[in-house]
């Protein structure tokens, strides 16, 4: 069948981007412990839609710069050629892990990869859903979440942001705010009927 629609999951290696589309859609892709689990663009297809599960950018222990260079700018292509189709970019973060490593880039001078990623989706007009993954992990919940939205140039408190911002954790099954946000955009293009092929 022609793909019209595409939801597309990105973020740094090992935030869980496998794991959320596993939750999200009871299918088995592939996750694992180590980073750089995904090597390339993987697709799910439910009817006319499809789900992209995208390779993590950043640092990857024992990868040359060069590669992870090369795999930014194939995720930042394939977003730019199939810009049109894209009903959502899900932005997946560790968030307990986030803002230490956005301070550490800043403090280098250095844009980190990941506002730099959530730049160029703001800038091509993608509806973006920020997972911030591994709650499970985190302790004071809306402390961090505010400090989260901050990094992004967003105004806490980040409740003001809940089309955007969905705190979650793939390994409890608590997806149900992103399964929100993503919903609501299936809806916005009038394709509620997709609602059963992501999950609460
Ligand atoms: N504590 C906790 N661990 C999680 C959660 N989600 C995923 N993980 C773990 O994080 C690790 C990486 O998960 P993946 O889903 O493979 O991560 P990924 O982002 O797809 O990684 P790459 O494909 O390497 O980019 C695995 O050990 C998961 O079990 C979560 O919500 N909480
Ligand atoms: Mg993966």
């Not at 839609?49 to 060069?66: A, C, E, K, Q, R």
């Not at 979440?145 to 992004?152: G, K, T």
Request: hydrophobic share 40%; net charge neutral; with cysteine.
């Amino acid at each position: 069948m022609h793909i019209n629609h595409e939801i597309i999951f990105a973020g740094r290696s090992n935030v869980g981007k496998s794991s959320l589309i596993r939750r999200l859609t009871g299918k088995r892709v592939k996750i694992g412990r180590l980073a750089g689990v995904t090597k390339k663009p993987t697709h799910i297809t439910f009817k006319d839609l499809l789900i992209t599960d995208m390779p993590g950018y950043g640092f990857l222990h024992g990868v040359p710069d060069v590669v992870q260079e090369r795999i930014k700018n194939q995720i930042i292509h394939y977003i730019e050629d199939n810009n049109e189709r894209i009903v959502c970019a899900v932005q997946v973060i560790d968030a307990g892990a986030f803002c230490e490593i956005v301070d550490r880039w800043q403090s280098r001078g250095e844009i980190p990869v990941d506002i730099e990623m959530f730049d160029f989706l703001c800038d091509l007009g993608v509806n973006i859903a920020i997972a911030a993954n591994k709650m499970d992990l985190v302790k004071d919940h809306d402390h961090t979440l505010d400090q989260i939205v901050e990094r992004f140039d967003l105004l806490p408190p980040w409740r003001q942001w809940l089309d955007t911002v969905a705190p979650v954790s793939a390994k409890k099954g608590d997806v149900a705010a992103l399964t929100t946000i993503v919903r609501d955009q299936l809806h916005k293009i009038g394709r509620d009927n997709l609602f059963k092929y992501i999950k609460m």
